[in-house]
T-cell receptor, first 111, second 115 residues
Framework: DAKTTQPNSMESNEEEPVHLPCNHSTISGTDYIHWYRQLPSQGPEYVIHGLTSNVNNRMASLAIAEDRKSSTLILHRATLRDAAVYYCIRYGGTSYGKLTFGQGTILTVHP | NAGVTQTPKFQVLKTGQSMTLQCAQDMNHEYMSWYRQDPGMGLRLIHYSVGAGITDQGEVPNGYNVSRSTTEDFPLRLLSAAPSQTSVYFC??????????????FGPGTRLTVL
């Protein structure tokens, strides 16, 4: 039970912003939201994480709803290299490194 | 740092054979995990370890054994390979401490085919 819901696929054009949604309506107060992505034929890589406040890093931004039941990963200017499967994961303090992956969102970026 | 390394990259086994998938990390991480990924699916946790000498089962442990004698290494053993174990296997590691701060690092994967 991944406990998060994401669209199966999304498409974008190169250099346009992409908003990838995630629903986590049963999230507990201590669960963080982590995003990973998996490029073709590679292992997953960390993108960003947050708890309550919006977060920015060099790769992306994470917007978390005030009620924490949903979040959105924002890629400000998609590139072809951003084409990947994006996973939204709830991560609790006692998870000991255990990540529960759902199906993720397949992002296609068009030139 | 080499990060998380896995060997071999590819392996073909016959049903009933046994083998060990190797995983090593040079980041002094306490937490290590093994996942498998079947075609078109997300990753599923097989076994994990929170430190040398400590392992526990994940979501799909049957048919696999692990041990953790050092911080660096976390081998995964297939006892008697079955076609259902055809998959891509990923090893991952993470530092211990508050979960908020620690991203997980994944290896490049081992593609295993069982005939």
């Amino acid at each position: 039970d991944a406990k998060t819901t994401q669209p199966n696929s999304m498409e974008s054009n190169e250099e346009e912003p992409v908003h990838l949604p995630c629903n986590h309506s049963t999230i507990s107060g201590t669960d963080y939201i982590h995003w990973y992505r998996q490029l073709p034929s590679q292992g997953p890589e960390y993108v960003i994480h947050g708890l309550t406040s919006n977060v920015n890093n060099r790769m992306a931004s994470l917007a978390i709803a005030e009620d924490r039941k949903s979040s959105t990963l924002i890629l400000h200017r998609a590139t072809l290299r951003d084409a990947a499967v994006y996973y939204c994961i709830r991560y609790g303090g006692t998870s000991y490194g255990k990540l529960t992956f759902g199906q993720g969102t397949i992002l296609t970026v068009h030139p | 740092n080499a990060g998380v390394t896995q060997t071999p990259k590819f392996q073909v086994l016959k049903t009933g054979q046994s083998m060990t998938l190797q995983c090593a990390q040079d980041m002094n991480h306490e937490y290590m995990s093994w996942y498998r990924q079947d075609p078109g699916m997300g990753l599923r946790l097989i076994h994990y370890s929170v430190g040398a000498g400590i392992t526990d089962q994940g979501e799909v442990p049957n048919g696999y054994n692990v041990s953790r004698s050092t911080t660096e290494d976390f081998p995964l053993r297939l006892l008697s390979a079955a076609p259902s174990q055809t998959s891509v296997y990923f090893c991952a590691s993470r530092a211990s401490g508050p979960s908020s701060y620690n991203e997980q690092f994944f290896g490049p994967g081992t593609r295993l085919t069982v005939l």
